[in-house]
């Protein structure tokens, strides 16, 4: 069976970090797409960021670039999104999915819709 299982989330002050991982198993790493996904009360689901494993090709939302950097380990099958420069408006919770088919554009990449299989969420509070 697929499994992603997200770890990381917790409370942290504007301007702070965190890094969230996303754990894989039951697939072939290397055939698919994972991507890191938010939802915050009362919104919609949005995508944050992805990476594709076969070439490394990586996709991040206008709001994240710059602040988050999402990175893989083979070995470990483990898919991390390093989070920093925190604002308030990042609280939400996290989620990583992946696509098992190749995502060509950014819009693919962001959209819930191109995944197959969900982990769990984490929850990240960004507050002081």
């Known amino acids: 069976d697929v499994q992603l299982q997200a770890s990381g989330g917790g409370l942290v002050q504007p301007g702070g970090s965190l890094r969230l991982s996303c754990a894989a198993s039951?697939?072939?790493?290397?055939?698919?797409?994972i991507g890191w996904f938010r939802q915050a009360p009362g919104k919609e689901r949005e995508g944050v960021s992805c990476?594709?494993?076969?070439?490394?090709?990586?996709y991040y939302a206008d709001s994240v670039k710059g602040r988050f950097t999402i990175s893989s380990d083979y070995a470990k099958r483990t898919v991390y999104l390093q989070m920093n420069s925190l604002k308030p408006e990042d609280t939400a919770v996290y989620y990583c999915?992946?696509?098992?088919?190749?995502?060509?554009?950014?819009?693919?990449?962001?959209?819930?819709?191109?995944?197959?299989?969900w982990g769990q969420g984490t929850l990240v509070t960004v507050s002081s």
């Open positions: 999915a992946a696509s098992v088919s190749p995502l060509f554009t950014t819009a693919q990449a962001m959209a819930v819709n191109s995944y197959d299989y």
């Open positions: 039951g697939f072939t790493f290397d055939d698919y797409a």
């Open positions: 990476i594709s494993e076969s070439d490394g090709t990586t």
